[in-house]
């Protein structure tokens, strides 16, 4: 386990939920024994139901806590999950004890439910804006690299070659929108913006800013919105917004094309992610790498059987300089 996913799966979440945890104690002397459900001071509407203090912070913390075992267990049993598993864990375990403390500093030196305020508006602003930035930071710690393995043996034979000469230089770049996560993202941004209008209207302003809710999901998905590949005498290397793969090109044993089809796309690709070693936008043909350890990275490409054949003219041409 290296730096990243350690710094990722244990020491941030434990600074978060050590964090939200501290401050609960601290504060619990300061807070009533019971919490409303709904209305409060200053928002003109009563009190409806209460809610136990105790129990609102078991309930986020214990999820958080349930959630970061959770994660950390199939993070090191199943190494395909890796890639999903991290930002999931950094997620949860940043949102919920900060939504817990948005929660708990109305209801501070309040001695009945009738006495707490409404939520911070800028601790409410403060759970999107970190919603996006662990998602930002979980991705990036999860690791792109193909890590550990050996150098790939001699070129099989019946491989498509491109001869590629001693002196020549092989650089294949191409760019794609990913145009399925535009169109979510606008769809999203619409939905928030109606619900916004909606929760405002009935329910008062402070519980319309739940609506804020799918825009920065919408935000999360057109960052997703870009697709690159790049192939040189090193590596390939792909990029799906802000997650970047990396395979060394002296660890890839061969390059083809394959037809991936929908079924194969669906199971692969959108439950496993990007942990799957599958970097395909959509259904159809697609370049196949096959590294030296047996495994196989799926890739879209333009063109890719002319891209198979540079990859493996590298490979036959041996390392530059």
């Known amino acids: 386990m290296n730096v990243r996913w350690l710094t990722g799966l244990v020491l941030l979440p434990a600074i978060s939920i050590g964090t939200g945890s501290t401050l609960a104690l601290v504060w619990r002397s300061r807070l009533p024994a019971t919490l409303p459900q709904r209305g409060s001071a200053g928002t003109g509407q009563p009190v409806v139901g209460t809610i136990s203090v105790d129990s609102v912070s078991v309930g986020l913390l214990g999820t958080a806590i349930a959630v970061w075992l959770l994660g950390a267990t199939i993070f090191l049993l199943n190494k395909h999950f890796r890639a999903a598993v991290l930002p999931t864990v950094l997620v949860v375990t940043t949102v919920l004890p900060l939504a817990l403390l948005a929660i708990l500093a109305p209801a501070l030196d309040a001695t009945s439910p009738e006495q707490v305020g409404p939520p911070s508006l800028m601790l409410l602003a403060a759970v999107p804006l970190a919603i996006v930035l ?118 890839v044993e061969r390059a083809d094309t394959a037809e991936l089809d929908t079924v194969t796309w669906l199971v692969r690709g959108s439950l496993r992610g990007l942990a799957s070693g599958m970097s395909v936008l959509w259904p159809g043909r697609v370049l196949r790498l096959t590294l030296s350890d047996g495994s196989t990275t799926w890739l879209t490409c333009r063109a890719p059987d002319t891209v198979a054949g540079l990859i493996n003219g590298l490979r036959a041409r041996g390392p530059v300089g």
């Open 134 to 251: 662990a998602l930002a930071v979980g991705l990036l710690l999860a690791g792109t690299e193909v890590p550990d393995l050996p150098a790939a043996g001699p070129l099989p034979a019946g491989a498509a070659v491109t001869p590629i000469g001693a002196g020549e230089r092989v650089l294949w770049s191409e760019r794609q929108p990913v145009w399925i996560y535009r169109w979510l993202a606008a769809a999203l941004t619409l939905g928030g913006v109606v619900a916004t209008a909606v929760l405002s209207i009935m329910l008062g302003p402070l519980i319309g800013l739940a609506g804020v809710a799918p825009v920065v999901a919408a935000v999360a998905l057109e960052a997703l919105g870009r697709y690159s590949l790049r192939v040189d005498e090193h590596a390939v290397r792909v990029r799906l917004g802000p997650v970047r793969r990396l395979v060394r090109l002296d660890t």
